[in-house]
């Protein structure tokens, strides 16, 4: 569940310039006869928001989707998926494209200030978002488990070999159902709805009683299955893997332990500022005392934190496929095909046929080199 994400400006602060602190009634539960007192300004906080964000989240849409489909590319025309591994990696491009998909609606709430589309788009909108963010950080769990399979336990991984295709199906299905049904509360309380004036795009729980019991379940939800889970299995396996690789006679070995490393410090880097910002707001929840500066704080750090947390699915090609020699091999098989194809509107009688036959050999034998349970494709 992944109710209060993506963030928009009524998250933080009133639409108003100056008011009275605490700010954000609808995400809290005080008391009736409640009286602020401290007025606050986050009008600062705001007019960073509306430049800092749409721009972030629109360089994040337009370089995670060109990253992710070329991976889906690859995958559906020039490399079939043989290994578990593979199937990670395009379930999770898919689920990265997916989700890029909703960040203009979330930078053009965040330019305007409010939700100037359908009720039925919010739900949409949120919905996907939660369930492929979720999706996303289960499949990278996925990964580190195979490659920890495939190199710390070769021998059990090569007698597998002629059921793990269906198993990594198998666990694709199970992680896509996982994370539609920590997403389902999402579909079910967010909606728009008029806040202060405007329109907004949010968790509404006057249906339910106890609503701050629902919205800590929905932030301990997105800690656990979107930062915990990953890490654990991540700093688990890699541990392991980075011991197996130092003890291997291999040449290429210390190039795998620095990919093992920036793949885990990447998502440390992207991940940790996001989810502890969720931290201290589970742990503000309900409070009345907190002070104003702090607030102001906490808004610009979940801003930034939020735009480092987006920026992993960018990543995800750049770490898991396009780092590794067999998928370069297929990336420059793509571009040549598209200056073929170009080349051959221009000019109607040019032939490819002298390209496909000089760059499919050496790609030939780098797949003879390389098995497809080798570390090399991700490593």
């Not at 795998?256 to 990447?266: H, K, Q, S």
């Not at 790609?363 to 991700?378: G, I, K, L, P, Y």
Request: include cysteine; hydrophobic fraction near 45%.
């Amino acid at each position: 569940m992944m109710g209060e994400e993506p963030w928009s400006s009524q998250d933080a602060y009133d639409v108003n310039d100056d008011y009275s602190y605490p700010y954000n009634t609808s995400l809290l539960d005080y008391p009736t006869n409640y009286t602020p007192v401290l007025p606050c300004s986050f009008q600062e906080v705001r007019k960073f928001s509306r430049v800092f964000v749409p721009i972030a989240y629109s360089l994040i849409c337009v370089f995670g989707l060109l990253g992710n489909t070329l991976v889906v590319i690859t995958f559906a025309f020039y490399k079939k998926a043989k290994s578990m591994t593979d199937v990670y990696l395009l379930n999770m491009a898919v689920a990265d494209i997916l989700f890029v998909l909703t960040l203009p609606f979330w930078a053009v709430t965040h330019a305007t200030g409010a939700w100037i589309f359908s009720d039925a788009l919010c739900k949409l909108t949120k919905g996907i978002y939660a369930v492929n963010f979720n999706c996303g950080m289960l499949l990278l769990a996925c990964v580190s488990v195979d490659r920890y399979i495939a190199i710390v336990q070769a021998a059990r991984s090569f007698r597998l070999r002629s059921r793990t295709l269906a198993h990594g199906k198998l666990i694709c299905v199970v992680v896509w159902a996982l994370s539609l049904v920590i997403s389902s509360s999402t579909f079910a309380f967010n909606q728009k709805y008029r806040l202060q004036g405007q329109d907004v795009c949010e968790a509404k729980y006057g249906s339910v009683s106890k609503p701050i019991v629902w919205k800590l379940l929905g932030l301990g939800l997105e800690l656990l299955f979107g930062f915990f889970i990953p890490l654990v299995f991540m700093v688990f396996c890699y541990t392991f893997i980075v011991k197996t690789l130092v003890q291997a006679q291999n040449s290429k070995r210390h190039r795998a332990i620095r990919v093992v490393i920036a793949v885990v410090l990447v998502f440390l880097a992207c991940q940790i500022p996001h989810n502890v910002v969720l931290l201290v707001t589970a742990a503000n929840m309900g409070r009345m005392d907190r002070s104003c500066s702090s607030e102001i704080l906490i808004g610009y750090t979940r801003n930034v934190a939020e735009v480092l947390a987006f920026l992993h699915c960018c990543l995800n090609p750049v770490l898991y496929a396009f780092i590794g020699q067999k998928f370069r091999n297929y990336f420059l098989k793509i571009m040549k095909d598209l200056w073929c194809m170009r080349r051959k509107h221009k000019m109607p009688g040019f032939s490819c046929a002298k390209i496909h036959s000089e760059s499919y050999l050496p790609r030939q034998a780098s797949e003879t080199v390389e098995s497809d349970n080798a570390s090399s494709f991700t490593m």
